[in-house]
Nanobody, 120 residues
Framework: QVQLVESGGGLVQPGGSLRLSCAAS????????MGWYRQAPGKQRELVAA???????IYADSVKGRFTISRDNAKNTVYLQMNSLKPEDTAVYYC??????????????WGKGTLVTVSS
């Protein structure tokens, strides 16, 4: 019913930047919140940043001041600008969208993930 397609991952040197995008499509009535999570090898998935339809944001302490989340409500798309990347940012980054489907049911969907590798 709903698809989330992520893009923008890749290999970057420490100190570099990447911009992730995630576009949601399908039988969507409204999206309350969109967010980015990440999972490094051997670790649990953790919240990186999230943003509501009204623009309120939340960030993990480890990325504050370096990452910026934004969204285009008209396009059901969320972005994650990642600057000053560190090796410990290496992980698979997953997009999440929560809201309502056209039929009125709640929705909570995940993308398949995009790999970000920070290495020299």
């Amino acid at each position: 019913q709903v698809q989330l397609v992520e893009s923008g991952g890749g290999l970057v040197q420490p100190g570099g930047s990447l911009r992730l995008s995630c576009a949601a499509s399908g039988s969507i009535f409204s999206i309350y919140a969109m967010g980015w999570y990440r999972q490094a090898p051997g670790k649990q998935r953790e919240l990186v940043a999230a943003i509501t339809s009204g623009g309120s944001t939340i960030y993990a302490d480890s990325v504050k001041g370096r990452f910026t989340i934004s969204r285009d409500n008209a396009k059901n798309t969320v972005y994650l600008q990642m600057n000053s990347l560190k090796p410990e940012d290496t992980a698979v980054y997953y997009c999440n969208a929560a809201g309502l489907l056209e039929g009125g049911d709640g929705m909570d969907y995940w993308g398949k993930g995009t790999l970000v590798t920070v290495s020299s």
